[in-house]
């Protein structure tokens, strides 16, 4: 990546010494560390760089330029952030959380259904909850700013600016995602876009189903259908009790 690399001082090279890249970073703890450690290298050298006017143009308009922003709202990063009065990583935290806790809450129950563990009321709640609308749009929520932000990361060849934990919750949503609204989802043209958008691509899948064969099953949830078989089964109880 040398020839990509940005022409620094002296003073500057000492700061980027400062900066821990995380290579050899193995779990949560150490990889946050590393993040709050960087916090003041990193905005002293773009200080720097910003200062003497050392950054290559097309970086820069990559922050000040609303053509560089291929997002649903017509307005440069500079300005997205101004709108938000908050910084970009924070954003893409405060919406993780949101999604995140949907998959990591439920992530035993999906295996207890797994197993087998669940009554027929309790996987129609579980099936349900992550086939409907609202769970496209918690993605959409989460994936679209945290996509943005993890791409401007590679393009600055910066990944370390990434939280860890932000990092760490794509990852396991990602991984549940196959043994949940992948398996679930009635619309194959949406549950397409949603693999792409939690970061699956075509070839990743092929080796995972390869790996997985069990996790390439589609099995479509009709949710109304199920609705209506236990409802009419809560009503046979009920009149089989008072009887």
């Known amino acids: ?42 905005v002293d050298l773009l200080t720097s760089l910003g200062e003497r006017g050392g950054l290559p143009d097309h970086r820069v308009r ?19 952030f101004a709108r938000n ?3 970009p990583d924070e954003e893409v935290a405060t919406s993780m959380s949101a999604v995140g806790s949907v998959f990591t809450t439920y992530h035993n129950r999906l295996i207890g259904l797994a197993r087998g563990e669940l009554g027929d009321e309790e996987a129609h709640d579980l099936k349900q909850l992550f086939i409907d609308s609202d769970m496209s749009d918690y993605l959409d929520f989460f994936f679209e700013p945290f996509n943005e932000f993890e791409r401007r990361c590679r393009d600055l060849d910066c990944m ?58 589609w099995d479509p949830y009709d949710a109304k259908r199920e609705h209506e078989r236990l409802a009419s089964q809560r009503r046979r109880s009920r009149a089989q009790h008072r009887s």
């Open 160 to 217: 370390i600016l990434m939280p860890p934990h932000v990092r760490s919750m794509a990852g396991t949503i990602k991984w549940n995602f196959l043994r949940s609204t992948w398996r679930w989802h009635p619309d194959q043209t949406e549950r397409l876009r949603l693999a792409r958008l939690v970061g699956w691509t075509a070839s990743e899948l092929q080796a995972r189903f390869a790996e997985q064969p069990e996790d390439e099953v």
């Open 62 to 80: 990559y922050w000040t330029d609303a053509e560089y922003h291929h997002g649903r709202r017509k307005e440069s990063r500079e300005q997205m």
């Open 1 to 42: 990546m040398s020839k990509f690399r940005v022409a620094v001082t002296d003073s500057e090279e000492a700061l980027v010494a400062r900066i821990d890249f995380g290579d050899g970073h193995s779990n949560h703890s150490d990889r946050n560390e590393a993040y709050l450690a960087n916090r003041e290298p990193i």
């Open 85 to 87: 009065g908050s910084v």
